[in-house]
């Protein structure tokens, strides 16, 4: 499985911004997605997960409510739907596939993931 996410790019706080990930290889609705991001300086932390038919999601607290996950799997790719962002957000964002748990499973937990795509840089000015 290969994951390439993109869609990253610098926004003032406030506004809007949506990532992709296209995945290829592996049927793509045999593995739940996920979003990770990691801030300059810290460890890399969960933001939001998807399961393999986009019937579950789940979400960091710190992003409730203002990001939204989903997925298109004719089109091999989730999305990651940013708003109302904070300086606090600016990090670089990774999708990654999780093969692992039954067709309603999504997790937090990093170590999980089995794939993992090469990141998209997002940066938030105040």
């Known amino acids: 499985v290969q994951l390439q996410a993109f869609g990253g790019g610098l926004v003032q706080a406030g506004g809007s911004l949506r990532l992709s990930c296209a995945a290829s290889?592996?049927?793509?609705?045999?593995?739940?997605m996920g979003w990770i991001r990691q801030a300059p300086g810290k460890e890399r932390e969960f933001v939001a997960a998807?399961?393999?038919?986009?019937?579950?999601?789940a979400y960091a607290d710190s992003v409730e409510g203002r990001f939204t996950i989903s997925r298109d799997n004719a089109k091999k790719t989730v999305y990651l739907h940013m708003s109302s962002l904070k300086p606090e957000d600016t990090a670089v964002y990774y999708c990654?596939?999780?093969?692992?748990?039954?067709?309603?499973?999504?997790?937090?937990?990093?170590?999980?993931?089995?794939?993992w795509g090469q990141g998209t840089l997002v940066t938030v000015s105040s």
């Open positions: 990654a596939g999780d093969v692992n748990g039954d067709s309603l499973a999504v997790t937090r937990v990093l170590r999980t993931y089995d794939y």
């Open positions: 290889g592996r049927t793509f609705s045999s593995y739940a």
């Open positions: 998807i399961s393999r038919s986009g019937t579950r999601t």
